[in-house]
């Protein structure tokens, strides 16, 4: 299967992971007012988060990265027809093999992205782009519980065994030398509402269509596993945003 067929599976979604615009600017109004901010969205999909942001931060200019070229054509159309693309710039590039200076941006922003890199490498990695005393906001997976059900457990092992308590990720980020400034669970809702209930519909939508091919059968499978795991198991885990300082 070709990357595009994976890309193809998520497409049309208001967002490509869990969060909401109430999430966004929660995190955002979290950070101190800074007049003309550069602000750099890593992974940034189809852009709701861009756009929410966009939307409420004045006269910022927000640089959104993806490695899939037709999310970055779709947030510039919507953008365009929201009056905001003259906030907006995209560019596509690999979060891991970023095209930016040293020091170059005010706010660094990741909702639902770090984990394909992995939380320790993105914190480290990324760092090099904010300038001293900017911040940083990004959402990434944790467990509420110190003993999750068998179940859960096993399916988080395979999926993504890094994943780790609050605890340990806040840990983890003060060990690269940022401070952190707030930091909240995302609700079930921000995993409802904008993700997972139109996910659901496009898999019913596009499992025709992949009949035969075992990798995206596969990806269908693993994706209704993962809907249903969060049904039964929501209050043992989910995504947690933190908002950070460089140089704590």
């Given at each position: ?87 907006i710039s995209t560019v596509c590039a690999s979060m891991d093999d970023l095209p930016f200076e040293d020091g170059e941006f005010d706010i660094i922003w990741s909702e639902g992205a770090i984990f394909v890199m992995g939380f320790e490498k993105g914190l480290a990695y990324w760092q090099r782009f904010l300038k001293d005393g900017g911040f940083i906001a990004l959402t990434e997976a944790a467990w509420f519980t110190d003993k999750p059900s068998a179940e859960v ?96």
């Amino acid at each position: 299967m070709s990357r595009s067929a994976i890309f193809e599976i998520f497409d049309g979604l208001p967002r490509q992971g869990p969060g909401s615009n109430e999430c966004t600017e929660k995190a955002f109004r979290s950070i101190p007012s800074i007049p003309g901010a550069r602000i750099l969205d890593i992974g940034c999909g189809v852009g709701m988060q861009t756009l929410h942001i966009a939307k409420i931060c004045g006269n910022c200019h927000i640089t959104a990265t993806d490695i899939y070229q037709p999310y970055l054509d779709d947030l510039i159309q919507k953008a365009a027809a929201m009056g905001l693309a003259n906030r907006i710039s995209t560019v596509c590039a690999s979060m891991d093999d970023l095209p930016f200076e040293d020091g170059e941006f005010d706010i660094i922003w990741s909702e639902g992205a770090i984990f394909v890199m992995g939380f320790e490498k993105g914190l480290a990695y990324w760092q090099r782009f904010l300038k001293d005393g900017g911040f940083i906001a990004l959402t990434e997976a944790a467990w509420f519980t110190d003993k999750p059900s068998a179940e859960v457990l096993q399916f988080w092992k395979e999926c993504y065994p890094a994943i780790k308590t609050i605890l340990g990720n806040e840990q983890m980020i003060e060990a690269a030398g940022y401070k952190i400034i707030d930091r909240f669970k995302l609700p079930a809702s921000a995993w409802w509402d904008d993700y997972y209930a139109h996910f659901e519909k496009r898999l019913d939508e596009i499992e025709g269509k992949f009949k035969g091919d075992t990798e995206a059968e596969s990806i269908i499978t693993f994706s209704r596993k993962e809907i249903e795991i969060f049904q039964k198991y929501k209050d043992e885990y989910g995504y947690v945003f933190f908002i950070l300082q460089k140089g704590g």
